[in-house]
C-alpha cells in the first residue's frame, strides 16, 4: 500500500506527519483494499475500535475492494461491525468478493453502497485442508460450519431465504451493482449523476 506523507505544524510549531490512511481516519473511512488476512483484518479491526472510541455517534465508512480472504480474519471484521454503536456504511468501488460480499451486506441497512462499475461476487468457502488423515472428518466438518454461518449472514443481510443463498452459493455467483441491490447486498448505486 503507497502511504503518502503530508507535513504540517501544529500549535506549538511542531512538525508532524500525516500518512493518508491516518487522513482518511480523521474522516472516519477505513479501506479493505486487499485480500482480507489476519494482519489486515487486525488492522481494519483496531481502527473500527479506535473510531468508535473516539465518537460512537457518527458513521464509518468502511470501502471494500477485496478478492476476500480468511473466513476467520474478515469474521472479525463483521463481529466488530455488528458490535458497534457507530453505523457502519459499507462500499464498494471495483470488487467485493467472497469475504469481502459478506462485509458489504454488513453494513448498516439503507447504508450500503456500490460504485456503478462494481462486482460482487458470493461463494461457498474455499477449501484449505493441511490435515492428517485422521483429521480430515473435523476440517470438513469445520469447513461446513462456517459455510452454514457465511449463508446465515448473508441470508440476514440480504432478507433472502436461506435455500436461495444455499443454491447461489455453490458456485462463484457474480453480481453488478444493479443485481446486487435487487438481490439485497447493497442499498444504493453510487452513479456518475449522484
Known sequence: MTILIQQYTNDENTKLELNNISKLLQNRIILFSQAGD???????????????????????????????????????????????????????????????????AAGVENKRFAFASSRIMIHQPLSKVEAPWSHLDIQIRNGAYFKDLLNKILSFHTKQELKQIETDTERDFFLSATEAKQYGIIDHIFTHNN
Open 38 to 104: 489476519d494482519e489486515i483484518c487486525n488492522l481494519i479491526v483496531g481502527q473500527l475500535l479506535y473510531l468508535e472510541n473516539e465518537d460512537s455517534v457518527t458513521d464509518i465508512r468502511l470501502f471494500i475492494n477485496s478478492p476476500g480472504g480468511s473466513v476467520t480474519a474478515g469474521l472479525s471484521v463483521y463481529d466488530t461491525i455488528q458490535n458497534l454503536s457507530a453505523d457502519v456504511s459499507t462500499i464498494c468501488f471495483g470488487l467485493a468478493a467472497s469475504m469481502g460480499a459478506v462485509l458489504l
